[in-house]
């Protein structure tokens, strides 16, 4: 990770001791997106996700949790179970607006705000020449949303992305690279796997 961790939610959490991995420009991002990183640990009480922009955000209009946050420069972590067929999707600008829902597609989405379930969190900050979005999730979601407990060993399904629709260079990149003709984030057929170690 090129800068240091700047909002954290825990100050338990050892992020020096979380592999940093990189986001890759998708086939059809139509301009080269600023480099970006993505971090994971987690807790007894929840899962937190760091995603690292190397550049300030080019855009930051949305200030509402729920609304349009991906026109923005923004950063994004989904998950899922292994069987479920929902997945859940966390989208955040630097203003810290938190997009979050889960569902089967991208047309099939339910607000987590509408659900009784302790909604995921994000805090946004700048950092370094950049800014950074570090989710938490908490345990008690993934239990209700999936039937998961944190534990060593479990497996989720995920992908990282970082995008900006309606940026001056519109741009899209992800960790885990999405095979589609045009952008689609929302095609978990292309996750890939984040193990829970010790």
């Known amino acids: 990770m090129s800068a240091a961790f700047c909002a954290p939610f825990s100050p338990s959490a050892d992020w020096s001791a979380a592999p940093s991995l990189p986001l890759t420009p998708c ?22 996700v760091r995603l690292f922009s190397s550049m300030p955000p080019a855009r930051a209009v949305v200030t509402q949790d729920d609304g349009r946050v991906w026109e923005d420069s923004c950063l994004e972590f989904f998950f899922a179970d292994e069987g479920s067929g929902r997945y859940v999707n966390l989208e955040a600008n630097a203003n810290g607006a938190l997009l979050a829902a889960v569902g089967e597609s991208r047309r099939d ?25 570090v989710f938490r999730i908490p345990a008690e979601t993934l239990q209700q949303l999936f039937g998961l407990r944190l534990q060593p060993g479990l497996t ?40 829970l170690e010790t």
């Not at 086939?27 to 937190?48: E, F, I, K």
């Open 27 to 48: 086939v059809w991002s139509p301009h080269a997106p600023p480099a970006a990183q993505v971090q994971a640990l987690w807790q007894t009480d929840a899962l937190l």
């Open 109 to 133: 989405r339910q607000l987590l705000a509408s659900l009784r379930l302790p909604r995921p969190a994000v805090r946004c900050a700048p950092c370094g020449a950049g800014w950074e979005a």
């Open 156 to 195: 989720l399904r995920v992908n990282a992305y970082a995008c900006g629709d309606q940026t001056p260079s519109p741009y899209y990149a992800a960790l885990f690279p999405v095979q589609t003709e045009s952008p689609d984030f929302h095609r978990p057929e292309f996750f890939g796997q984040l193990l």
